[in-house]
């Protein structure tokens, strides 16, 4: 029985696998279409150089071995776990489709790996790919990650996010309408958004069928416009107070069915600038459970 007040990730993936299941992050070597020039250039104002893969296994390094280094890492935690292939770093399905499938099928092939997380922008999902992404599909078990990050049009060009909500809508229908399941990646904290603006995003969400959420605190990271931004006093980060009110009241309005699949976060301590609280995770779920229970809210519903 899931004691969260919520629907989190442990708990789907026990359900769906019947044990602990543990991602492993990995880069295909792929780029994004908001850097090489396709939609612009330097990408998204806070995204890092390592294109939201900061924990990514090394590129160089051939997916058997990314897979082989990411179990060698979780062996301590954990007595032989299933995995599941993250392609976590820039656009997943930038590529020829063909180059797709060799990266996707050496994943599949390597022992214990049970299921598929494909991390992309919906501006990314050419109709062979997503032909490719619904082969996938009928081999293992795939997510496919889109980068929303708000429903504010508004905030969408602030940030350079390269295309604009019908995009998104487009993309969720295709991949509904193929038996994919969708996970939708928001930002909390976004430059000028209000608290408003990310409930109406929660809001926008439940409209469609997606089947999971990763809401992400903003952080502010070396060498990106945000952190030019930061510097110059024109961005101040969430208190985390502020952060876990906010998170409280995206829970409490969240369709009941959607899997929250993250609700903070991890900033690369080598080049996060801000904010600092962020850096002890667990510290922020705990008071983020606590905050919950004080406030009697459920997913789904305020019993406050």
Known sequence: MNEKPYYDLNTYYRRIFGEKTAKISLDGGFSCPNRDGRRGRGGCVFCSAGGSGDFAESASLSIAQQIARGKAQTAAKWDNPKYIAYFQAFTGTYAPAFVLRAKYE????????VGMSIATRPDCLEDEVVALLAEINTKTKLWVELGLQTANEETARKIRRGYDNAVFADAVRRLHENGI??????????????????????????????????????HVLEHTDLA????????????QAEYID???????HLRKDIVIHRLTGDGDKKIL????????????????????????????????
């Open 246 to 252: 906010l998170v409280c009241d995206c829970i409490a």
């Open 273 to 304: 600038l801000a904010p600092k609280w962020s850096m002890n995770k667990r510290h922020v779920l705990n008071a983020l459970h606590r905050r919950l229970r004080e406030r009697g809210i459920f997913q789904g519903c305020s019993l406050s």
């Open 106 to 113: 050496q994943a599949l092939a390597q022992d214990g790996i």
């Open 228 to 239: 030019q931004w930061y510097r110059k006093g024109a961005y101040t980060p969430m208190e």
């Open 181 to 218: 399941a969708v996970v939708v990646h928001t930002i909390l904290g976004l430059p000028g958004e209000s608290h408003t603006d990310v409930l109406e995003t929660i809001a926008y969400l439940n409209r469609f069928p997606i089947d999971g959420i990763k809401m992400q605190l903003m």
